[in-house]
């Protein structure tokens, strides 16, 4: 199963992904830390040396089930990509965290039976344990039969050998049934993590003071939190008044009517589909740009996850990609995101959505969206033809007629000035024309040079001076214009950044 490289130096890719390091290696799988680019997150790749054995994975949405988020075929087989999580597995886990962990996997599993999912291979090392709590994995991953009759007698030899317990009387009801009983075979002496379990918990009057004050603490705490939570409820759901001379796109956020859903309509869930969704119409409200300008604010309505705003442009038969700018939105009502992205006349926006990822949409009459399936990083394609009578709860603000200028930007006498730096690696677009990546005074940048003269210099945001550059590379080919790639290797992690250049300057695309 080898790895393919970039085109122009160390870096590995793998369906959009940046291979890392090597985590872990199976008989028939190898799991690496990387990075998807599209989004910037951390990830944890697994790739197969096939598909899995039911051909597609169905894979529960549960706090105590590792997070999927995306997976497919790829030229090394399979991959899985996966919510990273940082520590062992079960079996590597101290004998006294034992049963909280195991009733943290039995609401995982006990909540995927209860949406019709089998794991397959419940095992200890399908079980990740970080911060102190245990996640699932590997949903559909194993080799043997998937049923979850099987996914209970399985969890029930893995109790049994972790705290060297009897089989449970007859077949188990549930995973959790298991654990309970598996709690009072074990009695009093079994210490459990939590301090004050029912059985670590201290006796006489020194205990009682102490439960006290505990449950003091903890009433005032959770007023404190139902305070706060109902203060951000009610200002998350207020719709904020546009900017001062914004144009708005798209809709007015109303709360009537809105649900959640992920790209197949349906509950979001790490085994849902990617997608693109644009508003094409939406009575009373315009839905594209009517002249240019600067994307200044987005707003969201019920949408949760990870979410690109892109801003899309028509060429002839398709529809391309030529600003995005990302963001991880946590559950609320109404989000408000700052933004800087160019947009002309005759521009639409939309939304790229992650698997696991929900967006706000409500019906509407005289409402469309059409929406493009697969990765935000996919070459453009073609929209659905299905007609979707449905508002996207997206608002859009643009302040026309002013000059978007991306952040780190030197031009003209200022870019000529500049620090020579240390050339790191470069490529020539035409003759003439070149790009280079440069480290100068702490910081590192995008070089654009034509006849020998710097136009421009475009510092690269994340890039930390303790990095390395991973590559430099032409991605693709975008209306006569190539589109480069630019990776660095931070300590923490990789920085991807896309560039759009020409012989007048490079745009980032985010």
């Given at each position: 199963?080898?790895?393919?490289?970039?085109?122009?130096?160390?870096?590995?890719?793998?369906?959009?992904?940046?291979?890392?390091?090597?985590?872990?290696?199976?008989?028939?799988?190898?799991?690496?830390?990387?990075?998807?680019?599209?989004?910037?997150?951390?990830?944890?790749?697994?790739?197969?040396?096939?598909?899995?054995?039911?051909?597609?994975?169905?894979?529960?949405?549960?706090?105590?089930?590792?997070?999927?988020?995306?997976?497919?075929?790829?030229?090394?087989?399979?991959?899985?990509?996966?919510?990273?999580?940082?520590?062992?597995?079960?079996?590597?886990?101290?004998?006294?965290?034992?049963?909280?962990?195991?009733?943290?996997?039995?609401?995982?599993?006990?909540?995927?039976?209860?949406?019709?999912?089998?794991?397959?291979?419940?095992?200890?090392?399908?079980?990740?344990?970080?911060?102190?709590?245990?996640?699932?994995?590997?949903?559909?991953?194993?080799?043997?039969?998937?049923?979850?009759?099987?996914?209970?007698?399985?969890?029930?030899?893995?109790?049994?050998?972790?705290?060297?317990?009897?089989?449970?009387?007859?077949?188990?009801?549930?995973?959790?049934?298991?654990?309970?009983?598996?709690?009072?075979?074990?009695?009093?002496?079994?210490?459990?993590?939590?301090?004050?379990?029912?059985?670590?918990?201290?006796?006489?009057?020194?205990?009682?003071?102490?439960?006290?004050?505990?449950?003091?603490?903890?009433?005032?705490?959770?007023?404190?939190?139902?305070?706060?939570?109902?203060?951000?409820?009610?200002?998350?759901?207020?719709?904020?008044?546009?900017?001062?001379?914004?144009v708005t796109l798209g809709s007015s956020?109303?709360?009537?009517?809105?649900?959640?859903?992920?790209?197949?309509?349906?509950?979001?869930?790490?085994?849902?589909?990617?997608?693109?969704?644009?508003?094409?119409?939406?009575?009373?409200?315009?839905?594209?740009?009517?002249?240019?300008?600067?994307?200044?604010?987005?707003?969201?309505?019920?949408?949760?996850?990870?979410?690109?705003?892109?801003?899309?442009?028509?060429?002839?038969?398709?529809?391309?990609?030529?600003?995005?700018?990302?963001?991880?939105?946590?559950?609320?009502?109404?989000?408000?995101?700052?933004?800087?992205?160019?947009?002309?006349?005759?521009d639409l926006v939309g939304l790229a959505?992650?698997?696991?990822?929900?967006?706000?949409?409500?019906?509407?009459?005289?409402?469309?969206?059409?929406?493009?399936?697969?990765?935000?990083?996919?070459?453009?394609?073609?929209?659905?033809?299905?007609?979707?009578?449905?508002?996207?709860?997206?608002?859009?603000?643009?302040?026309?007629?002013?000059?978007?200028?991306?952040?780190?930007?030197?031009?003209?006498?200022?870019?000529?000035?500049?620090?020579?730096?240390?050339?790191?690696?470069?490529?020539?677009?035409?003759?003439?024309?070149?790009?280079?990546?440069?480290?100068?005074?702490?910081?590192?940048?995008?070089?654009?040079?034509?006849?020998?003269?710097?136009?421009?210099?475009?510092?690269?945001?994340?890039?930390?001076?303790?990095?390395?550059?991973?590559?430099?590379?032409?991605?693709?080919?975008?209306?006569?214009?190539?589109?480069?790639?630019?990776?660095?290797?931070?300590?923490?992690?990789?920085?991807?950044?896309?560039?759009?250049?020409?012989?007048?300057?490079?745009?980032p695309i985010d």
């Open positions: 199963m080898p790895l393919s490289r970039t085109s122009s130096s160390s870096s590995t890719e793998v369906a959009g992904f940046v291979v890392e390091r090597q985590l872990g290696r199976g008989s028939r799988a190898r799991v690496f830390e990387a990075t998807q680019l599209s989004l910037q997150r951390r990830v944890a790749l697994k790739l197969l040396d096939g598909a899995p054995v039911d051909g597609e994975l169905c894979w529960p949405e549960h706090p105590r089930v590792v997070s999927l988020y995306a997976a497919g075929p790829c030229e090394q087989g399979y991959f899985v990509a996966m919510q990273l999580v940082r520590g062992t597995s079960l079996a590597e886990a101290p004998r006294r965290a034992l049963l909280p962990l195991l009733e943290d996997v039995a609401a995982g599993l006990d909540a995927a039976h209860r949406a019709g999912i089998a794991h397959g291979a419940v095992n200890a090392r399908n079980v990740l344990v970080g911060e102190g709590r245990a996640f699932l994995s590997d949903f559909g991953l194993g080799e043997g039969e998937a049923t979850q009759a099987v996914d209970l007698a399985d969890f029930a030899t893995l109790v049994g050998e972790l705290l060297e317990l009897p089989p449970p009387d007859g077949p188990p009801a549930s995973a959790a049934a298991i654990v309970a009983e598996a709690r009072r075979r074990v009695g009093p002496g079994r210490r459990s993590r939590w301090p004050l379990g029912a059985h670590a918990r201290p006796q006489g009057a020194p205990a009682r003071r102490s439960l006290a004050l505990w449950a003091l603490a903890a009433t005032l705490v959770a007023g404190v939190a139902t305070l706060v939570v109902a203060m951000s409820r009610g200002s998350s759901d207020q719709v904020p008044a546009p900017l001062d001379g914004a956020l109303p709360s009537s009517g809105a649900r959640s859903v992920d790209c197949d309509d349906g509950s979001p869930s790490g085994s849902s589909e990617p997608c693109l969704v644009v508003q094409t119409r939406l009575d009373g409200r315009p839905v594209v740009a009517r002249s240019d300008g600067v994307i200044r604010r987005w707003a969201l309505r019920d949408a949760r996850g990870d979410l690109a705003l892109e801003v899309l442009r028509r060429r002839g038969a398709g529809t391309y990609v030529v600003a995005r700018t990302s963001a991880r939105v946590p559950g609320a009502r109404v989000r408000v995101l700052p933004a800087n992205l160019p947009v002309r006349a005759g959505v992650a698997p696991g990822t929900a967006v706000g949409v409500r019906h509407a009459a005289g409402a469309t969206t059409a929406r493009r399936l697969g990765p935000a990083d996919l070459p453009p394609g073609e929209f659905d033809s299905k007609a979707r009578g449905e508002e996207l709860l997206l608002r859009v603000e643009y302040l026309p007629g002013q000059t978007w200028r991306p952040a780190g930007l030197l031009t003209g006498r200022r870019a000529a000035l500049a620090p020579e730096g240390r050339t790191l690696d470069s490529l020539e677009l035409h003759p003439g024309v070149s790009v280079a990546a440069v480290s100068a005074g702490g910081r590192v940048a995008a070089d654009l040079e034509v006849d020998g003269r710097r136009i421009q210099r475009l510092f690269v945001a994340g890039a930390g001076p303790a990095g390395r550059l991973g590559s430099l590379y032409t991605l693709r080919v975008r209306f006569g214009r190539p589109i480069l790639r630019l990776l660095w290797r931070n300590p923490s992690g990789v920085v991807s950044r896309d560039f759009s250049a020409g012989r007048r300057g490079l745009v």
